[in-house]
């Protein structure tokens, strides 16, 4: 008896089948950028229908630049051998780098909506590259970021910062970026593995407050207990805060701070990035 072979069962109409975990490797180059971008643009018009979903973006700027500068300006800037004026050159750059932080929060609370709803469940039943819908949505959120960014700079430049160096403006934009796509994939990751944005949301919290607070974005660490002081040589966005002083304003080394901001940043993506396209490649 000759043997025949044995078909696998169409799947039911209207229902996708998954693919396997070499999806990726059957994905050329130019079909993946182009994935990519139907993704952006897919999630682009997304915020143009959703326009609430800028509300972060666009007033968290004004609401932090106007409370630290008005709250805290007046004895903060006296600690710095100055005034308000003195503390707005200080705290800009360092709330440039906060930016970063709360806008990564928001990629990862927006990917893990899209899972509630399903339609990640249809993105990977579809033959593009898994790491594509997450790449989309670092690209839309980097747009975000500099939205934010932007809306920062022209509060400031209202109340009186000042620029020394356009290039180092550039510079410093550029560097809080390459930090915040780092972050990114963290919160992707959470995205993924969390079972609520509100739970992400919590956790992120949770982590980005002794980040922030403990750090020289808001203030001078001289000041600090010895033990605090300790966590902020090593925080990152210390680093961030003042390479980014350093480079609109003049004045401060920044070689140093730059390559501790790159390496943070280069280490927390060669981690995480794997981490988070297997989970999202795996999830059930």
Known sequence: MSATAVK??????????????????RIGLRAFARHTGALVRRNLLWIKQDV????????????????????????????LGGGREEYIQYVIPGLMAMMGMNMAMGVGTG????????????????????????IAKIVVEL???????????????????????VPGLFAAVGLAMVFGIGL???????????????AIQGMGFLVLLPLQFGSSIFAPTDSMPGW??????????SSLADAARG???????????????????????????????????TKT
């Not at 509630?116 to 593009?128: A, C, E, K, N």
């Not at 609109?248 to 901001?261: E, F």
């Open 228 to 237: 605090l002081q300790a966590f902020t040589d090593y925080n990152p966005l």
């Open 8 to 25: 696998a069962p169409p799947a039911p109409q209207g229902q996708a089948v998954p693919l396997t975990d070499q999806a990726d490797t």
């Open 143 to 165: 747009m975000r970021m500099l939205v934010a960014t932007g809306i920062l700079f022209i509060v400031a430049l209202c109340i009186g910062f000042s620029v020394e160096s």
């Open 247 to 281: 480079l609109m304003n003049g004045g401060l080394p920044v070689a140093h701070d730059i390559w501790v901001t790159l390496i943070w940043s280069v280490a927390l993506t060669a981690v995480m990035a794997p981490i988070a396209i297997h989970k999202f490649r």
């Open 111 to 134: 990917f893990n909506q899209d899972f509630q709803t399903g339609v990640m469940d249809r993105f990977r039943s579809l033959p593009i590259g898994r790491s594509s819908v997450m």
């Open 184 to 198: 990114m994939w963290i919160f992707l990751t959470m995205g993924v593995v969390m079972k609520s944005a509100q």
């Open 52 to 79: 609430e979903s800028m509300f972060d973006a666009v007033l968290m700027p004004i609401v932090f630049t106007l409370l630290f500068v008005y709250v805290f300006g007046g004895s903060v800037g006296q600690a």
